[in-house]
């Protein structure tokens, strides 16, 4: 199993971005999927998380992102996206995808999201 995170950079407040996570091995469709978040000098923060298709692909947002953040997959390509718009100097962060396989968690590498003016 391996996750490969990209589409991180450097936006200004009130900027979007997409990341992708593109996962080789498991079929998404068939896995609950996540993006996790750690700040500077903070502790990893789950973001956002997208059930698999047998439960209906129910969505679940934190409360600090809710509103302004979605997440998607798109099973032709085994990829989910995070779509981040009205970012705010607080989303700086690095950002993980999560797939938890038979019991086992795979993180991908991480991409770094910097909000500032």
């Known amino acids: 199993v391996q996750l490969q995170a990209s589409g991180g950079g450097m936006v200004q407040p009130g900027g979007s971005l997409t990341l992708s996570c593109q996962v080789t091995?498991?079929?998404?469709?068939?896995?609950?999927i996540g993006w996790f978040r750690q700040a500077p000098g903070k502790e990893r923060e789950g973001v956002s998380c997208i059930s698999s298709s047998k439960s209906d692909s129910t969505t679940y947002y934190a409360d600090s992102v809710k509103g302004r953040f979605t997440i998607s997959r798109d099973s032709t390509k085994n990829t989910v996206y995070l779509q981040m718009n009205s970012l705010k100097s607080e989303d700086t962060a690095v950002y993980y995808c999560?797939?938890?396989?038979?019991?086992?968690?795979?993180w991908g590498q991480g991409t770094l999201v910097t909000v500032s003016s």
């Open positions: 091995g498991p079929t998404l469709d068939y896995y609950a």
């Open positions: 999560n797939i938890d396989v038979g019991s086992q968690e795979y």
